[in-house]
């Protein structure tokens, strides 16, 4: 069975393509999320989509996956630079979570440069638009892929046999 990978948008991400498209670019998240769909297809990844404007319902979210999502890849919008709450739940979640923000956000106001969510998460993918979710695909993949050589490789074997 395909892995499952959550992609999580924040807060006023379901504006995009119409919200400051000098930033974030004219591309809508519903053109994101298919072609995230299609990418993920492409890697063996069955990639659901989901997005909020409120924070705990991205922190119940980030909780259900912990159980049924093998990674996540989070654009926490705002929520990036104020929420602890989002942050533990990640540290919490056991997960893979690879960060994404289309615009550069060092480049930006000083409030932007930190981001709890990179705190915790494996990386973070910036000021690359759009694309950066499929790089984030592209990194949880291989990141899915070698937890499953470890778990699996000839060392993994060893430690079966002579535990
Ligand atoms: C953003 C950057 C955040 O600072 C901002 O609040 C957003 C979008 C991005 O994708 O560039 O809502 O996460």
Redesign the pocket.
């Known amino acids: 069975m395909a892995d499952k990978v959550l992609i999580l948008n924040?807060?006023?991400?379901n504006l995009l393509g119409k919200r400051q498209p000098e930033?974030?670019g004219t591309i809508t998240l519903a053109e994101i999320d298919e072609m995230c769909k299609l990418h993920g297809t492409q890697r063996g990844l069955a990639v659901e989509c989901r997005q909020s404007n409120h924070e705990g319902e991205i922190i119940d979210w980030i909780h259900e996956a912990r159980e049924l999502k093998a990674g996540i890849i989070l654009?926490?919008?705002?929520y990036?630079?104020s929420s602890i709450a989002i942050m533990d739940a990640i540290s919490s979640a056991e997960r893979p979570v690879i960060e994404?923000?289309?615009?550069n956000?060092h480049k930006?106001e000083s409030y932007?440069h930190t981001s709890y969510v990179s705190k915790v998460a494996v990386g973070m993918i910036?000021g690359l638009g759009a694309q950066g979710y499929i790089l984030a695909i592209e990194a949880i993949s291989r990141i899915l892929e070698d937890e499953k050589k470890r778990l699996t490789g000839p060392s993994s074997q060893k430690l079966i046999a002579n535990p």
């Open positions: 924040g807060p006023n991400l930033i974030y654009n926490a919008g705002a990036s630079h994404v923000h289309l615009s956000i930006r932007r910036c």
